[in-house]
């Protein structure tokens, strides 16, 4: 198993670019979710799924679009990138059974200029 | 809401030292608990968990136990590494069944000199 893969490693964009951070798990779990990760902020919970087809917000959805067409597959969207977009990127995934581990990806690092 | 408060680092220790990293909640329920890790680099690992008050979560020399009366679950590892050199992340997620939601502590740099 390759786990949670994420593309790209890192990428930098100019404000008002659109672009998609790929995130593909390959342990049929069920739950896939998007934190960011910024200095002296820990780990905050942008968007989530509970299957394919179904997402919901997390605690900092503004800015950003997912959508989950696949099991394996849940990409997220920028649409039109800002400056305080620039952080750290982790998808993350965990089967549904109540005491499941959740599997974070390596993660893409993000500039906006 | 519920919320994660965790010692600020950065933390410095010579090899062999003992470890503390304190942790404590706000949560309603019996939320389950986490302590992750991330090495330089590198996305986050799960290190230990407890899932129900008095549990005891231990993996590679560390241990936190589940204190409901404190909401607490200190990290604790009595000899430190160079390798344990990473940030630590204390995370919780709330009780019935929800737990693809984590929420973070701000997490701790710990630097483990030879």
């Known amino acids: 198993n390759a786990g949670v893969t994420q593309t790209p490693k890192f990428q930098v964009l100019k404000t008002g670019q659109s672009m998609t951070l790929q995130c593909a798990q390959d342990?049929?779990?069920?739950?896939m979710s998007w934190y960011r990760q910024d200095p002296g902020m820990g780990l905050r919970l942008i968007h989530y799924?509970?299957?394919?087809?179904?997402?919901d917000q997390g605690e900092v959805p503004n800015g950003y679009n997912v959508s989950r067409s696949t099991t394996e597959d849940f990409p997220l969207r920028l649409l039109s990138a800002a400056p305080s977009q620039t952080s750290v990127y982790f998808c993350?995934?965990?089967?549904?059974?109540?005491?499941?581990?959740?599997?974070f990806g390596p993660g893409t690092r993000l500039l906006v200029l | 809401g519920n919320s994660v408060t965790q010692m600020e680092g950065p933390v410095t220790l010579s090899e062999e030292a003992f470890l503390t990293i304190n942790c404590t909640y706000t949560?309603?329920?019996?939320?389950?608990l986490f302590w992750y890790v991330q090495y330089p680099g590198e996305g986050l690992q799960l290190l230990l968990k407890?899932?129900?008050?008095?549990d005891k979560g231990s993996n590679k020399g560390f241990e936190a136990t589940y204190r409901k009366e404190t909401t607490s679950f200190h990290l604790e590892k009595g000899s430190v590494q160079v390798s344990d050199s990473a940030v630590y992340f204390c995370?919780?997620?709330?009780?019935?069944?929800?737990?693809?939601?984590?929420?973070f502590g701000k997490g701790t740099l710990l630097t483990v000199n030879p």
């Open positions: 407890a899932t129900k008050a008095d």
């Open positions: 342990m049929n779990h069920e739950y």
């Open positions: 799924s509970v299957g394919a087809g179904i997402t």
């Open positions: 993350a995934s965990r089967g549904r059974g109540g005491e499941e581990t959740q599997y």
């Open positions: 949560a309603t329920g019996y939320p389950s």
């Open positions: 995370a919780l997620s709330p009780s019935g069944g929800s737990n693809y939601k984590l929420t």
